[in-house]
């Protein structure tokens, strides 16, 4: 993987690599990640059906002995403290992956519906907020500049820039206007500060 990682994906890397048997110290004491975040997620993981307590612990100083149930790859599961998968930032993953498989140009709308899965749907103003702004850091270019507004206007079409696929993460529209890139752990665009408005 490019860019940094995240503590969750560290440990999910070291768990994976312990798979028949680990604690909470043996992970937290291999990806440096502290005890209380490592029991969280391996919390999450246990409820989310991914690891499973291989010992019973006769007493209350046993540690927990855990092993690996369900490995999903190299990308760590993303849970809520239930165990159940997060919903939140689905959307701009299914339309990045989306992006990257067709060959030609789209529009908004058009990503917006092959993007949609029954359990995250992408709504089309979603789609095209995330389009422009993929399209100010290059990751998109606009083939076709839309005409009008409303039922007779003619959306902007766009086509995936493969030169600028950094990796399986979507880049992340920021709430200051900023594109952060995961995959290479930065910022790759930011909105210029527009200095009359000071």
Not at 36 to 48: H, M
Not at 70 to 99: C, F, H, S, Y
Not at 110 to 130: F, H, K, M, W
Not at 161 to 184: A, E, F, H, W
Request: with cysteine.
């Amino acid at each position: 993987m490019l860019g940094g990682k995240s503590k969750r994906q560290r440990l999910w890397e070291v768990i994976r690599a312990y798979r028949d048997g680990f604690t909470l110290r043996d992970i937290a004491y291999d990806t440096d990640v502290d005890m209380t975040t490592t029991r969280s997620y391996l919390q999450s993981l246990e409820r989310g059906g991914f690891i499973q307590q291989s010992n019973e612990t006769v007493h209350i100083c046993d540690e927990k002995q855990y092993r690996l149930l369900k490995d999903n790859g190299l990308e760590a599961p993303r849970l809520t403290r239930d165990g159940q998968p997060v919903i939140q930032g689905r959307a701009q993953e299914q339309m990045w992956r989306t992006m990257r498989i067709l060959g030609g140009d789209f529009n908004y709308q058009e990503l917006a519906g092959l993007a949609s899965t029954s359990e995250v749907v992408v709504s089309p103003i979603a789609a095209r907020d995330y389009l422009k702004h993929l399209a100010h850091a290059g990751y998109v270019a606009v083939v076709a500049k839309g005409k009008g507004r409303g039922a007779g206007g003619v959306p902007s079409r766009y086509r995936f820039n493969r030169s600028r696929y950094t990796g399986p993460r979507p880049p992340m529209v920021q709430r200051t206007k900023s594109i952060y890139d995961p995959n290479l752990g930065k910022v790759v665009w930011q909105e210029e500060v527009d200095h009359d408005d000071l």
